[in-house]
Structures are given as structure tokens and as C-alpha cells.
């Protein structure tokens, strides 16, 4: 029998150390919860890296070239002004223009990939329903952990890592 | 309204002044107010903006009514306050983004506690600056004609010009500014989300959250979108203002035609917005009581700033004179002459003062503790960078090759009015902020009271 147990702590080292009980007794710690990032708790959790920072490189560099093409293909092809014999091809001026847009473009595909690779926007969550779950944002560290074998040696576990309250969640 | 965390006198800590700040508290003391009401202060501050508000509307609809012949621009000062407001305004938007990402960079933690209304003081002033090259168009309807879009008269915006540079600078600004911003805002809005108690508030807050939890993947996440938006920032916002130095620079006036145009106006905006967001940081601080949390030694860190930029401006100011003397062009050297003697001389004179001499107080120590004396220096400073960006425009404009054709700018009351009016409307945007959205970073905050053992 799986049961999954929403385990509320006092401060992140306490959740740091029981993250470490659960994985050493053999139990599965699922996701964590903070109202601040902690350093290392994503490498404790094992997560893998993420690749935002990919999709931004694409992103602002599909857009900047798109923009120089736009400019190439207007002013070289489509609209041609010959003034006084220059190049119709001024690329150190294009270059402005990709920059600008560019790094617009960048960011605005990492907030795509942000929101991709974390599941938002959602509407509603299980774990909106465990009570106190909403002190998470504010001064609760709230650890989720899994096991497959033996739950309630999953909740001694916890409580005796300084949890202040267990709950099961029931996923509908 | 009683105070959540109680100041110290000495700080307890290094960059939180209350003896204890621990995660409810500081909680508490920023988004408390939010849900109890800031009280009759709020409503009268209000208030007092509105006839600017409506002041600002006024202008703008007499200007498009009668077009820009209303302003004491001629057709020698083809350029005018609409100008100088733009460079200043955008100059204050820069800043924002700039310290809060230089500083995420550069891991000053003390950025906690400012960089959340910098970020929106920087939104509200590149929106007013978005509008000032509009409202000068003379032709504001065709405004659209900057974008390239397919159109009947198969015509294409000219990419060599300054103009349609700054359009695409400006609109890449706002909406980067805007993500940068709202990116670090989820976290908080997910806190007001669980701590509003009414239902409307709580819909508001948590769709704007969008679902956060708070989950070590997300927190991670955003780390990693966060902090590399803050290293493209940095290189974004000094191309915007360099973009808005080469609308000078790239033309072959007197004065205009110099190398020195981009860095100085990036030096020039930083110095400027920083100015500003002393003001802004007093107001808040008194306004929401925060004395624990912004402290006089933000407020020193911030006075060396002033201090090292204010240097740094002088510099430039010294470099345009001697290069002015050194190109040899007669006309170069005029306008100079013209700076120190012209007809606007007190005002280049009160610029010097302004930007050079009066932040010089802050070498000493008193000067940068001193909440009044630091509020003056820095109301100084933006008075005297308003002054530098319209005297770049009349000087070189009332001096330029031709004798035939120089002139004196005649400031007439509407010119005035796209002075001040704007000033209340950012006032009036920047209070909606405080009401509705956390003006300090919650999270950070909390990080930095840990690290701090203020917790």
C-alpha cells in the first residue's frame, strides 16, 4: 500500500535534516515546499536541471535573426532607397533593432519555459487541501515524501525529524 | 497602525535593524498593511495627485487639438521639454532594472530591500517616457507607422533612423521590464493569495500567482529565469539609454556629434534613477513604516553611489569640454563657450551645482546618515539632470553652425505643464502600487533574515 504524507516543519534545516531521514530509511521525499528558496534543496530532491536557459538562447536568437531579415529583406529587396550610392545593406545599423527585440525575445521564452517545466499556470492543486498548506508561502517547510511499504514507519520518521503536523494526501 | 518588527538604534543586524524579524513578521510588516488599509495619509496623497492626473489629461488633449505649436519650440528648437522629459524619464525607468539586476549579479543582498519598487518605479517612468517622443510627433495618429506591417501603401519603416531605434529600445524596455518584474513578483503575490481574508482578494492575488506553491522545482526554476533575465538586463538597459544618446549622437550637430553620448547618458541615467529611488525609498519607508527593514545603511550604500556616479558625471562633463576645445571645430568650441555664457548659463551653472558640487556632502559620513540631508542632495540631483538633458537640446539647438538661425527657447505654460504634470501622474500610479502589491520583496526578505540570524 502507497501512501503519501505532507509533513509540516518549523524551519528549513529541520526539513533539511528529516529529507535526509526519509531517503536513508529507504522512504521516496517527493517535492518540498518553502517561503524562500533554500540553497541545495533541489539537488537534495534530486531534480534535474533544468533547460530554461536553453530555450532562452533559441528564443532570442530565432527573434534577432528574424528581425535582421526583416530589415535585410525591407530595405535591400522590397523597398530599396539609393542614397548617394551607399550599401542598401547598412548591417551595423540593423544590428540595433535584433539586440533590442532579441533579449525581449529571450526573456519572454524563459518565462514560457518557467511556466512549462513547472506546470503553471494551475488553477488548483491536491495539496491546496491539506490544512495549513497555505503557511507554506509564509513561514512553513512543508516536505512531501512517499512510501511504498510501511506508512507508518514513514510517520514516525517524520515526527521524530521535528515535524509539527503529518497529513495524509488523498489524490482524487 | 502599530509596528510589526521595531527598529533598533544601533541595527541589530547588518541589513535589518529589529532585534528578532522572523518569517511572520516579515510577512506581516509588508503585506499587513496591504489587507488592514494604509489609512486617511493614503487617500489624502491621493488626492493630492489627482489635479495632476487631469492637469496631464488636459495637456495632452489641448496638444492634440492645437499640435505642438503650443509648446515654445521653433523652427530652429525643433526639439523641446517633450525631449528632455524623455531622456530624464527614461533615464529614472533605466535605473530600476539596472541596480536591481547589477545588484542580483553582483550579490549585494541589500538588494532586498529596495529592488521590488525600483522595478516599479522604472515601469511607471518608461511608460510616461514612451509617451513624450508620441506626443511630440506632431502627428501622433500615424504613431503605428514606426512598426513594420503589411500596409496598402507598401511603405517600410526606415531602419536607419534614430527614431525607429528608440521605438523598438522603448517597447523592448517596457515588456522585458515588466517580465523582470513579474517573475519575482509570483512568490508574492502566492502569500497575499493565502493570506487575504476576503474571497475577491484572494481570486485577484492567486490568479496573478498563477498556481505557486512554492515547491523546490519552482524555486530553483525561477532562480535560474531570474538571475539570467538580470544578466540580459544589464546589457539591455545600457543599450536603451545608449540608443537614446545616439538620437544625438547620430546627427552632425555641434555638441551633439560625440562618442562620449551613449556612455555618459547610461552613467547619467543610473546616477538619476538612483536619485529617485532615495526619494521613493524615504516616502515608503515613512508611508508604511519599515524602519526595520530599509535602514540607514541602505541608505548609505546608496549615498556612495550617488557619490562615485556624481564623480563620474563630472568627469564627462569635462571630457565633452575638452574635446570640444581639442576637435578644433570652431563651432564645437562655441557651443561650449556658449554653455558657460549663453543665454542659459545660470541654468548650465545651476546644472554643475546640482550634479557636481552639492553631492560632493556625501564624503562625510553625517551627510549619508542624515535622512533630510540626503533627500535634498538627491532632489538636487534630479533637478540637475532635468536641467543637463533640456540644455543638450537648447544649447545645440540655439548654437548650431548658422548664425542666421540662432534662437532662444520661450518656455510658455504648456511647456510647463508636460513638466510637473507628470510628475503627479507617476506619483499617482506609484501609490495604486503600494496599495495593491507588496513594495519590498517578502521572500528575499525572509532569505535575508536567515542569513542574517534575524529569524
Not at chain 2, 516579515?26 to 495619509?41: H, N, S, V
Not at chain 2, 520583496?441 to 536567515?450: G, I, V
Request: glycine share 6%; charged share 15%; with cysteine.
Amino acid at each position: 500500500m502507497t501512501a503519501t504524507l505532507v509533513a509540516q516543519f518549523l524551519d528549513a534545516e529541520t526539513l533539511q535534516a528529516a529529507l535526509q531521514r526519509v531517503k536513508s530509511t529507504g522512504h521516496a521525499a517527493l517535492d518540498a515546499f518553502t517561503p524562500y528558496p533554500i540553497d541545495g534543496l533541489a539537488e537534495q530532491l534530486g531534480l534535474d536541471r533544468s533547460r530554461i536557459r536553453v530555450a532562452m538562447l533559441i528564443g532570442g536568437l530565432a527573434t534577432a535573426a528574424f528581425a535582421f531579415g526583416l530589415q535585410w529583406y525591407s530595405a535591400v529587396i522590397d523597398y530599396p532607397i539609393d542614397s548617394g550610392g551607399r550599401p542598401l545593406n547598412s548591417w551595423q545599423v540593423f544590428l540595433l533593432v535584433p539586440f533590442e527585440v532579441g533579449i525581449f525575445a529571450a526573456a519572454l521564452a524563459g518565462v514560457i519555459a518557467f511556466l512549462r517545466s513547472c506546470r503553471l499556470p494551475r488553477l488548483h492543486d491536491a495539496l491546496f487541501e491539506i490544512p495549513g498548506f497555505e503557511r507554506a508561502t509564509q513561514d512553513r517547510y512543508i516536505l512531501v515524501a512517499a512510501s511504498e511499504a510501511d506508512p507508518n514507519d514513514l510517520r514516525t520518521v517524520l515526527t521524530d525529524a521535528g515535524a509539527v503536523a503529518v497529513t495524509e494526501l488523498r489524490l482524487p | 497602525m502599530s509596528r510589526v518588527l521595531v527598529p533598533q538604534q544601533p541595527p541589530a543586524h547588518r541589513w535589518i535593524s529589529a532585534e528578532r524579524a522572523d518569517d511572520v513578521a516579515i510577512t506581516q510588516a509588508i503585506a499587513g498593511p496591504l489587507f488592514t488599509g494604509f489609512g486617511k495619509r493614503w487617500w489624502l496623497a491621493l488626492l493630492a495627485t489627482l489635479p495632476f492626473v487631469f492637469w496631464l489629461l488636459v495637456a495632452i488633449v489641448w496638444l492634440f487639438y492645437r499640435g505642438i505649436g503650443i509648446w515654445g519650440i521653433n523652427s530652429t528648437i525643433v526639439w523641446g521639454v517633450a525631449i528632455a522629459n524623455y531622456v530624464w524619464w527614461i533615464g529614472i525607468g533605466n535605473a530600476g532594472t539596472l541596480i536591481s539586476a547589477m545588484l542580483l549579479l553582483t550579490r549585494q543582498r541589500w538588494r532586498a530591500s529596495i529592488n521590488r519598487f525600483a522595478e516599479a518605479m522604472t515601469l511607471f517612468a518608461v511608460a510616461i517616457a514612451g509617451l513624450m517622443p508620441i506626443i511630440h510627433l506632431g502627428r501622433p495618429i500615424y504613431a503605428y507607422w514606426l512598426a513594420p506591417y503589411p500596409n496598402t501603401m507598401a511603405l517600410w519603416p526606415q531602419w536607419r533612423s534614430a527614431l525607429v531605434w528608440d521605438f523598438w529600445a522603448i517597447v523592448s524596455y517596457l515588456l522585458f521590464s515588466i517580465l523582470f518584474w513579474y517573475v519575482s513578483l509570483i512568490p508574492d503575490l502566492a502569500t497575499m493569495r493565502d493570506r487575504a481574508p476576503w474571497r475577491g482578494a484572494q481570486l485577484v492575488y492567486g490568479a496573478f500567482a498563477l498556481g505557486w506553491r512554492g515547491s523546490a522545482r519552482e524555486w530553483s526554476r525561477l532562480q535560474t529565469l531570474h538571475s539570467t533575465m538580470a544578466a540580459l538586463g544589464v546589457p539591455l538597459v545600457c543599450s536603451v539609454h545608449s540608443i537614446v544618446g545616439l538620437d544625438f549622437a547620430a546627427s552632425l550637430m555641434p555638441g551633439w556629434q560625440e562618442s562620449i553620448f551613449p556612455p555618459y547618458f547610461v552613467v547619467g541615467a543610473m546616477y538619476s534613477g538612483f536619485a529617485m529611488v532615495v526619494v521613493l525609498a524615504a516616502g515608503i519607508r515613512w508611508g508604511l513604516g519599515l524602519q526595520a527593514i530599509i535602514t540607514p545603511r541602505h541608505f548609505d550604500a546608496m549615498a556612495r553611489i550617488l557619490l562615485m556616479a556624481s564623480i563620474v558625471m563630472f568627469y564627462s562633463y569635462a571630457t565633452e569640454w575638452f574635446m570640444g576645445w581639442y576637435g578644433g571645430e570652431h563651432a564645437d568650441r562655441a557651443v561650449v563657450r556658449f554653455e558657460f555664457t549663453g543665454t542659459y548659463a545660470p541654468l548650465y551653472w545651476a546644472l554643475l551645482t546640482c550634479n557636481c558640487l552639492v553631492p560632493q556632502l556625501l564624503w562625510w559620513p553625517f551627510a549619508r546618515r542624515s535622512l533630510p540631508v540626503l533627500i535634498l542632495v538627491a532632489i538636487a540631483i534630479n533637478i540637475g539632470m532635468w536641467l543637463e538633458r533640456i540644455l543638450i537640446v537648447w544649447n545645440t539647438l540655439s548654437h548650431d553652425y548658422m548664425p542666421s538661425l540662432w534662437r532662444s527657447f520661450h518656455f510658455t505654460f504648456w511647456d510647463c505643464s508636460f513638466l510637473i504634470a507628470p510628475l503627479g501622474f507617476f506619483a499617482f500610479l506609484f501609490l495604486l502600487f503600494m496599495r495593491l502589491i507588496p513594495s519590498v520583496s517578502m521572500f528575499d526578505m525572509r532569505e535575508l533574515a536567515h542569513e542574517e540570524a534575524a529569524a
